[in-house]
């Protein structure tokens, strides 16, 4: 673990002494191939970074990428690439109800960004449960469950916008 100590300017000042280390919990995880067809990777959804692995047979795992979520990851989903033949894009939700769907770029060597935003809503009331959010098979939408009595639709497709749907008792 790294050790970051920072000394107040101010005479006989405090010492502000604080051990960083990565969060080690798996929050969940997907196997999908994410950077070659025929190459599976295991993605761990570690509270606000996930962890990319190749898997190279039964008994062997190798690190591959980790990308830093910039909040805590609520939702993490797989679902076939609509830019990619073979590959598969992530959603990945957050606790303060920010998405993105991210894919990884061949030729660009790094994951690029396909659709990003928010899902607030100013009346909603938040759910008393966990978020909860799938993506169709198809890749064509997701349905994310945030607040109480509400689910809200997001398409994947350029200039169609966001909608919620009512849920009654």
């Known amino acids: 673990a790294a050790m970051v100590t920072m000394n107040s300017q101010a005479v006989n000042g405090p010492t502000y002494v604080v051990t960083a280390q990565k969060s080690t ?5 997907l196997k999908c191939p994410i950077f070659d067809p025929a190459i599976e990777n295991l993605v761990l959804n570690k509270h606000n970074r996930l962890e990319i692995y190749d898997i190279g047979g039964p008994d062997f795992l190798s690190t591959s990428r980790e ?3 910039n909040g805590t990851i609520s939702v993490i989903r797989s679902f076939p ?9 992530l959603f990945i939700l957050t ?6 769907v991210i894919t990884w770029s061949s030729t660009e060597r790094r994951f690029v960004t396909n659709f990003a935003g928010e899902i607030r809503d100013k ?13 169709d098979a198809y890749g064509s939408f997701a349905v994310v469950h945030a ?5 809200k639709i ?5 200039g169609l916008g966001a909608y919620n749907v009512r849920l009654e008792e």
């Open 95 to 100: 606790e303060t109800c920010t998405f993105a």
């Open 147 to 151: 607040f109480e009595a509400m689910i």
């Open 123 to 135: 009346g909603g009331q938040p759910t008393n449960g966990s978020i909860v959010g799938q993506v």
């Open 25 to 29: 919990t798996v929050m969940g995880a």
């Open 154 to 158: 997001l398409p994947f497709k350029n």
């Open 67 to 69: 990308i830093p979520i």
């Open 81 to 89: 690439s609509q830019t990619r033949r073979g590959v598969h894009s």
